[in-house]
Nanobody, 125 residues
Framework: VQLQASGGGLVQTGGSLRLSCAVSGRTFRNSATAWFRQAPGKEREFVAA????????YYADSVKGRFTIARDNAKNTVSLQMNSLKPEDTAAYYCALDLVYSGAYYYRPNIYNYWGQGTLVTVSS
């Protein structure tokens, strides 16, 4: 299984970006996919997650109402639409996959088996 993240860039405060995570290889219907981010000097933090069926979505309080996670099953990609961006959203963003999601702890990095490389998002003030 491989994950390839893309879509980062430089944007002004209030702007929008759309990140994409392409998932290749074998996946399972009870998997979960998530986005995390890590700013310089800070720990990696949870941003958003959804289950394979996309029936359940989860968001960090800091992004709720501004970010939307979605899945395109036909293309096997997971996107993160980011609106109303703020300077504090500046970070490297990583997508992650848990092949057999237990139904809990979606916000913990250590449950995810596979990670993509980071894509940098910079929000200027």
């Amino acid at each position: 299984v491989q994950l390839q993240a893309s879509g980062g860039g430089l944007v002004q405060t209030g702007g929008s970006l759309r990140l994409s995570c392409a998932v290749s290889g074998r996946t399972f219907r009870n998997s979960a996919t998530a986005w995390f981010r890590q700013a310089p000097g800070k720990e990696r933090e949870f941003v958003a997650a959804l289950t394979w069926s996309a029936s359940n979505t989860y968001y960090a309080d800091s992004v709720k109402g501004r970010f939307t996670i979605a899945r395109d099953n036909a293309k096997n990609t997971v996107s993160l639409q980011m609106n109303s961006l703020k300077p504090e959203d500046t970070a490297a963003y990583y997508c992650a996959l848990d092949l057999v999601y237990s139904g809990a702890y979606y916000y913990r990095p250590n449950i995810y088996n596979y990670w993509g490389q980071g894509t940098l998002v910079t929000v200027s003030s």
